[in-house]
Nanobody, 121 residues
Framework: VQLVESGGGLVQAGGSQRLSCAAS????????MGWYRRAPGKQRELVAT????????NYADSVKGRFTISRDNAKNMMYLQMNSLKPEDTAVYYC???????????????WGQGTQVTVSS
């Protein structure tokens, strides 16, 4: 599985931005996809996830009500719509895909290269 993010950039506080993640390869094996971010000097944190089987979503408390994760399985794309952006949302955002290989192997994780989102105050 290969993942490529796009859509990052500079945005003013209160603005909106949409990130995209294009998946290729054995995408039919993907069980869950998500967005993570790493702010300067901080550890990587989960932003949102979405499952393949039923599209269930999960969000970090810090982005609930502001961010929306979605997928277009026909196009092998995942999106993160970010509204009401805050300076503390500034980070490198990473696309993630998880593939479950079975109980003996467990999970394989795949990551994109990351895209920078900078929110100015």
């Amino acid at each position: 599985v290969q993942l490529v993010e796009s859509g990052g950039g500079l945005v003013q506080a209160g603005g909106s931005q949409r990130l995209s993640c294009a998946a290729s390869g054995s995408t039919f094996r993907i069980n869950v996809m998500g967005w993570y971010r790493r702010a300067p000097g901080k550890q990587r944190e989960l932003v949102a996830t979405i499952t393949s089987v039923d599209g269930s979503t999960n969000y970090a408390d810090s982005v609930k009500g502001r961010f929306t994760i979605s997928r277009d399985n026909a196009k092998n794309m995942m999106y993160l719509q970010m509204n009401s952006l805050k300076p503390e949302d500034t980070a490198v955002y990473y696309c993630h895909a998880g593939v479950y290989r079975g109980w003996t192997t467990g999970w394989n994780d795949y990551w994109g290269q990351g895209t920078q989102v900078t929110v100015s105050s």
